[in-house]
């Protein structure tokens, strides 16, 4: 089995300015620059047989490469906070994209995604924050502004849960946007 999830690659001069957002907010876990990625949809645990599947299917997309930035800062979880993250600023061209890879999802048999796409980069995952807290880290960062980088593939990665520290996230195939 392979827990797969399509992204874009966040580039890697954009690291540092996310790297300094991750202050000042108790609970948090905060991930490694590595890590950080724009899921575009998250397909879950699948059979080798279904991922050799999904990854013809995420070679069928077409788009063309698009601009992307960061703007702002957010938060999930309701009465608890369960991870903090950078805004992506949207585009009918991301929301295509993503809608893309969930029509791949579908075609494949997976049931829709319930949740609302909100393009974002997690910074960490919160375990007991208050809200308050979140809500003042996330006032602290709100002005954060990254600048625009050209969306010209996106890849289709594997997680791996690790005994100790953040899960691992492999790129097992790349797909180019044209």
Request: glycine residues 6%; contains cysteine; hydrophobic residues 40%.
């Amino acid at each position: 089995m392979y827990r797969l999830f399509a992204a874009l690659p966040v580039p890697e001069d954009l690291h540092e300015g996310l790297l300094a957002l991750q202050d000042a907010l108790p609970g948090a876990s905060w991930r490694p620059a590595e890590n950080f990625h724009i899921t575009l949809r998250f397909f879950g645990d699948l059979s080798h047989a279904e991922a050799r599947d999904l990854d013809e299917l995420l070679g069928d997309i077409r788009c063309a490469p698009f601009e992307v930035s960061l703007e702002g800062t957010g938060w999930f979880g309701r009465r608890e906070p369960t991870a903090v993250w950078a805004r992506v600023r949207e585009s009918d061209e991301l929301r295509g994209l993503s809608a893309q890879c969930e029509r791949a999802a579908r075609r494949l048999g997976l049931e829709p995604d319930r949740r609302p796409f909100t393009p974002h980069v997690t910074l960490a995952y919160c375990h007991a924050t208050l809200p308050d807290d979140a809500r003042l880290w996330m006032e602290k960062h709100h002005t954060y502004r990254s600048g625009p980088f050209i969306a010209d593939s996106f890849h289709l990665y594997s997680s791996h849960t690790m005994k100790s520290g953040p899960s691992r996230y492999v790129a097992e195939a790349d797909y180019v946007l044209a």
